[in-house]
């Protein structure tokens, strides 16, 4: 793609200044929104345009928006979380085209009629937040932010959070429980965030790409924006290339590309002479997928993954060569979902914790082979039941693992 | 107005029930179980535990109309979801069907108790719970008998946490439902326990030093569905089968919790029988299944080695122990030869029994008798007290509660409880206090008041009422709140009153209700927050405190029977009144300082070791049944007073407590409709509690005993006396601050004291001041101080408190200073010896 929606600095250089950013048409689109347009207007826009939410989920963004409960005052969070393994996008966006992100979080607070945005980074990125909160100073400094903006009646605040390090405050009630000062556990729902959220206001959470996307839709059109992508999954989509790849990196792509140009045209194909073998669509929470020409030839769009049993999710792809074994894949996996497991409901607390167990005694070599089938079946026993997704993912990618590379595993057993 | 209802089919069951009922209540009603460990009735759910999974079938509708899609036959044509959901989170819907039990449902079931097997100990045979346990009862019904987990490749956490000095937490056990700390936070407002970390690792902690500070802090073991959480006094005690039950009424305070006491013989006592531990009865008008930690701990008093065995009498200035024969002829002679010159004083601790046979003793032998209780009122409540059929749960939205010189969350913390739940449903609270309490934050309007203050602020608050728009400023805008509430409840209590004062507020009060038209009905009308648990029943059956102070009343008493009453413990002055009375009798628990002063003394029963009945201070009479066999030769109160009358020619009948108390009916008006058979009626309750539902609602006892019956106020025509009081200027002089004797709830009484355990949280030897009294007066935080009243002298601790009202030092009673009315009194920092 020549050109770029979200990574625009590859295009412009120096764009992370405010002065080029303005120069380069920055913030004419905030003007002219708080001045000239609804609220309405821009949800209408943003639900024309097919935007969907790029955290994962993959819901409509407008429409997100037009859920939002009539009382005041409402805000906005922005799940600068990032902490899908894997996925390393909205920390390039934040680093290098930041005021494109803070201006899709401001027309988003004005389009929810919301006076203060939070944005709530995983801790890890406190060197960026430090440089967030320079660049929302000098927002305020240029009238961007603040009191009154522009003239008008419109007051906006902006404000960072840094979590501690959770991989659960990257689901969005957890977040907000985050945000409030609490354990970050997710919440029940309903009732949904946008009519009871922070504080117990209506509240929009939106990830950081998501946002990002918003000032062009919004200066360019809806119409611009469907030109790329597929007719349910329009736009572009960073893709977090990872592991065994030549050139691992971000990609800019419409949706829809397949993920066999995404790896071999843009990745460079798998190095060292080995053969792809698998594939991890998005990070640690979407089911391991083989590497076979079905799956290469899918699009990577939010409806064509599931067609072939996993998910799009943060599209942070992770290329497994044939020299790993994928019950070792599992085992971190599990490792990892274990950690992170927020404890709150009893099948993923338990499960996760169970798994380990059983995968570390496969990755030692101590399991019996009743063991494969004891962890499927834990696995699968997880599925259906949990509070959050999270136990579903940790869950997931255990019964994917097992059913789809049962070899790898019986090897395991077998070499006892 | 019809409550909208919704129609569902639960296991094949039709179920109407309200709309808005969560499916696990909706199954319970009618008697479908869902397993429950998260699930509370009385907290808001969370969805944490998983357990109450169900399958759930809505009518499908059609996408355009919304109208119900139809088969063939007509009938709707219902849709199951995918996944099973929590029954407990989901309110019900109409034309559901939910399949509770079927293969997919229970399959769920039992994959959630599997993994919380695996993390558990299965240490029920050490464990307090067993026996009692949600977990033990659901494993039973949905553990699979086979473990698949490996027994090596547990957790092993820390067992004996103490999360304070009353509660204990074993790590390993708790299964991080979140009951105690959705309790602490949400019932109680303490949230001074919490998760910690994440995970496997989630851990309940506290925050407060010392831990676990609350006064609730011992529900949260009933309502845990493990045995995680135990009291330090009931841990590895016994096996809760082991344990004999029997109803009874806690003696601490006027709000009446109803208690179930669990008694077993005690191997290292010799065998004797004794309370292995107190637990909530269920009562939802009165304690809900909640009771505070006084109520549940505080009754080691009951086998203390202390407690007064036998009849005492004194020879040769020497106590020595008789026969009760020898006693009852002393007793007896003694004060029939006083005649007109006998005075008895019996304390609100007594039963109504107690107090009937003591006041007819007395009375028959032309004597005087006297409630022990200082504060005033009693008869005022009889007028207007709260109607039948108050439950201080229906408060809510649209009404209104007025809380005056009382500081409910020390003197009565079920009260300071319900009060506060019902400001949560939209209640609104007024306060008339001098001070800050623990029901400001609740309150909506606070009404600033000196010490003394309270009954001419209430007296303005009710002119402000009967002519509206009068008034000013917070008294105005308070005075129009209660006015338009549909139900008004008004609490008061004796802090910084004398006893004419509190007796004047009292009226004050009553006139409050009256004018704005609340009282005569249920969830109308007047709670005094008295000092003891049974001063409501006292004032009933006639018995009013002494006219002046209760000095001069015994000034030239020839003889003085003093009954469940300590006055020489309040103010160590009145020795010298029955120093100089030819002969005094005490029957009581323990050997009090009055006692110490007596010529007899004979020994009581505690309320466990007897029968009776007491009055709460909502006018509900409430029964206590026996559970304690007697502490050595320990009689009750009623048969002692009987027998003495037998003896000196007083005779009534008191064959035993049922015949006194239909000589009580018999006698006393209102209480004519009342007999132990309707004192002991019950109905079920919701939530339903222990029985088979021990997960569902905890292990605090559900009533098959008695809800108690609610009095009628009584309508008279010749209204209480009034009682000439104002509010004198008690500006202190240089040097000076007025003492005010303030309420805490562990105290240093005589039945306190004895649970050890207590010992870390009782009040100590202490007077509060403000900062700016200190700095004028010299006192610093934590240095001793003098106080000079009344010629005596007292070194006491200093405590700076922001709280306390300047000019005043807050002094708790019990403490071993005297405290029965605010006084002015000298108070100096104890300076260094200065070398001469």
């Known amino acids: 793609m020549a050109e770029h929606i979200v990574l625009r600095h590859r295009d412009i250089p120096d764009i992370d200044q405010l002065e080029v950013y303005l120069k380069h048409g920055g913030f004419e689109t905030f003007t002219d929104v708080v001045k000239n347009k609804s609220p309405q207007e821009i949800i209408d826009v943003v639900k024309a345009s097919g935007l969907r939410g790029r955290g994962g989920a993959g819901f409509p963004t407008g429409l997100k928006w037009s859920f939002l409960g009539k009382a005041k005052p409402r805000y906005v969070a922005v799940n600068a979380d990032e902490s899908e393994p ?130 062009l839709i919004v200066a360019q059109g809806s119409d611009w924006y469907r030109s790329f992508g597929t007719e349910k999954s329009p736009g572009t989509k960073v893709f977090c290339l990872s592991g065994n790849i030549a050139r691992p990196g971000n990609y800019e792509l419409p949706l829809g590309t397949p993920f066999r140009e995404l790896i071999f045209e843009h990745g460079g194909g798998i190095p060292d002479g080995k053969q792809l073998k698998a594939i991890l669509p998005a990070g640690a929470s979407a089911p391991i997928l083989m590497a076979t020409d079905e799956v290469l030839d899918t699009k990577m769009d939010y409806e064509s993954v599931p067609n072939v049993g996993s998910q799009l999710g943060s599209a942070s792809v992770i ?82 693992g097992v059913e789809r590379f049962r070899s790898d595993f019986d090897l395991k057993v077998a070499s006892r | 107005m019809a409550e909208k209802t919704v129609t569902l089919t639960i296991q094949g069951m039709e179920v109407t029930v309200p709309a808005g009922t969560l499916l696990v209540d909706a199954a319970k009603q009618v008697g479908i179980y869902i397993p429950v460990f998260c699930y509370h009735p009385k907290l808001e759910p969370v969805g ?99 473990s698949r987990f490996l027994y090596d490749e547990k957790m092993l956490l820390a067992k004996h946490v103490p999360l304070g000095d009353l509660i204990f937490l074993d790590r390993e056990r708790c299964i991080q439902c979140a009951r105690c700390t959705r309790f602490q936070e949400e019932i109680v407002d303490d949230p001074v326990i919490g998760f910690e970390q994440r995970g496997r690792s989630l851990q309940i902690v506290t925050y407060s030093d010392p831990g676990f500070n609350s006064y609730f802090s011992g529900n949260t073991t009933d309502i845990c569905p493990v045995g995680a959480l135990t009291t330090a006094d009931f841990r590895f005690e016994a096996r809760p089968w082991e344990l004999r039950q029997a109803a009874s009424i806690c003696p601490h305070c006027p709000v009446g919790c109803n208690l179930m006491v669990n008694t077993r013989r005690q191997p290292d006592q010799e065998g004797r029988v004794t309370i292995q531990r107190i637990m909530p009865r269920h009562n939802e008008a009165v304690n809900e ?167 001419s602020i209430v007296s303005s608050l009710s002119e402000a009422l009967a002519s509206p728009g009068s008034g000013s400023g917070n008294l105005k805008s308070a005075a129009k709140k209660l006015a338009a509430a549909e139900h008004l409840v008004v609490f008061y209590g004796q802090e910084g009153l004398p006893p004419a004062g509190s007796q004047a507020l009292a009226e004050a009060c009553a006139t409050l209700l009256v004018n704005s038209g609340h009282v005569q009905s249920p969830n109308n009308g007047l709670i005094p927050v008295w000092p003891h648990n049974n001063t409501q029943g006292a004032w009933d059956i006639g018995l009013r405190p002494a006219g002046k102070d209760l000095a001069s009343t015994l000034d030239g008493a020839r003889a003085i029977y ?117 004192l002991a009626e019950f109905k079920s309750e919701w939530p339903p509690v222990r029985g088979d539902d021990l997960y569902f609602g905890g292990t605090s006892f559900a009533n098959h005993q008695g809800l108690g019956v609610q009095l009628d106020p009584i309508q008279r025509v010749d209204k209480p006396p009034k009682v000439a009081w104002s509010h004198a200027d008690t500006a202190p002089a240089d040097q000076e601050l007025l003492l005010v004797p303030v309420d805490r709830l562990l105290d240093r009484g005589t039945t306190v004291v004895p649970s050890d355990m207590l010992a870390s949280r009782l009040q100590t030897r202490h007077i509060e001041v403000s900062p700016k009294d200190a700095s004028r007066l010299g006192l610093q935080d934590g240095a001793e101080a003098v106080i000079e009243m009344n010629g005596s002298v007292h070194k006491i601790e200093v405590v700076i408190r922001d709280s306390v009202p300047e000019g005043s030092a807050l002094l708790p009673r019990s403490i071993g200073v005297p405290a029965v009315e605010p006084k002015l009194a000298k108070i100096q920092p104890v300076r260094e010896k200065q070398t001469e």
């Open chain 1, 319 to 400: 290329i497994i060569d044939d020299s790993v074994d994928i019950s070792w894949v599992e085992y971190k996996i599990s490792n990892f979902f274990k950690h992170e497991s927020c404890g709150k409901c009893t099948p993923c607390r338990e499960g996760t914790y169970w798994m380990l167990q059983i995968l570390e005694r496969i990755h030692e070599g101590t399991a019996t082979p009743d063991d494969i089938d004891l962890l499927d079946s834990v696995a699968q026993g997880v599925q259906g039941k949990c509070l959050c997704a999270l136990g579903e993912f940790a869950s997931g990618a255990v019964v994917a």
């Open chain 1, 86 to 215: 894997g996925t390393f996008k909205d920390r390039e966006i934040m680093e290098r085209n930041p005021f494109q992100f803070l201006e899709g979080v401001a027309i988003c607070c004005y389009a929810a009629e919301a006076n203060h945005a939070y944005i709530y980074m995983r801790g890890e990125f406190w060197d960026n937040a430090t440089r967030i909160e320079e660049h929302i100073q000098q927002l305020y400094d240029r009238g961007f932010l603040g009191k009154g903006l522009f003239g008008s009646d419109v007051d906006l605040d902006f404000h960072v959070h840094l979590g501690a390090g959770a991989y659960i405050c990257g689901e969005e009630s957890a977040l907000l429980e985050s945000l409030e000062g609490k354990l970050g556990m997710p919440r029940l729902r309903p009732p949904f965030p946008t009519v009871n959220g922070l504080f117990s206001a209506p509240t929009v959470i939106n990830n950081v790409e998501t946002l990002t996307n918003v000032p």
């Open chain 2, 289 to 455: 299944i909640w009771i505070c930690d006084k109520g549940r701990f505080a009754h080691h008093f009951t086998s203390s080695p202390r407690r007064l065995k036998s009849p005492k009498i004194r020879r040769d200035k020497e106590w020595v122990d008789c026969t009760w024969e020898e006693a009852l002829e002393t007793v007896a002679r003694a004060v029939k030869k006083a005649g007109d010159g006998l005075i008895g004083v019996a304390g609100g601790r007594a039963s109504n029994e107690d107090l009937f046979a003591f006041k007819k003793l007395v009375e028959g032998l032309g004597g005087e008798a006297l409630l022990g209780d200082s504060m005033g009122g009693g008869d005022w409540v009889q007028e207007v007290g709260v109607g039948p059929g108050t439950n201080l749960r229906d408060l809510g939205q649209g009404d209104a509660i007025l809380v005056v010189a009382s500081d409910l969350h020390e003197e009565a913390p079920v009260w300071w409880l319900r009060v506060k739940q019902a400001c949560d449903r939209g209640a609104d609270l007024v306060l008339v206090n001098p001070r800050e309490t623990r029901l400001d934050k609740f309150a909506g309007i606070r009404i600033s008041c000196e010490y003394g203050e309270a009954p």
């Open chain 2, 562 to 678: 003093l009954m469940a009453s300590d006055p020489v413990g309040d103010d160590p002055k009145l020795a010298e009144q029955l120093k100089a009375a030819p002969f005094v009798v005490v029957q009581d628990l323990f050997m009090t300082e009055t006692a110490r002063e007596a010529d007899v003394v004979l020994p009581a029963q505690a309320f466990a070791e007897r029968e009776g009945t007491y009055t709460t201070g909502e006018r509900r009479v409430q029964r206590s049944y026996m559970s304690l066999p007697a502490m050595g030769d320990a009689r009750p109160d009623w048969l002692i007073v009987s027998q003495i009358g037998r003896q000196a020619g007083v005779s009534f009948d008191a064959g035993s407590v049922v015949s006194l108390f239909a000589e009580i009916a018999a006698s006393i008006l209102t209480y004519g409709e009342l007999t132990y058979q309707s």
């Open chain 2, 48 to 146: 944490m535990c998983r357990m109450c999974l169900v399958e759930i079938g809505r009518p499908k509708k059609d996408r355009q109309s919304g109208e119900v899609m139809t088969d063939e036959s007509g009938e709707p044509i219902i849709e199951f979801g995918p996944k099973l959901e929590t029954s407990c989170t989901t309110p019900v819907g109409e034309g559901w069907v939910v399949r509770t039990s079927s293969e997919k449902a229970l399959q769920g079931q039992k994959q959630i108790v599997e993994y919380l097997l695996t993390s558990h100990p299965l240490d029920c045979p050490v464990c307090d719970k067993g026996g009692e346990c949600p977990l033990q009862e659901l494993t039973m019904d949905f553990g699979s008998g086979k």
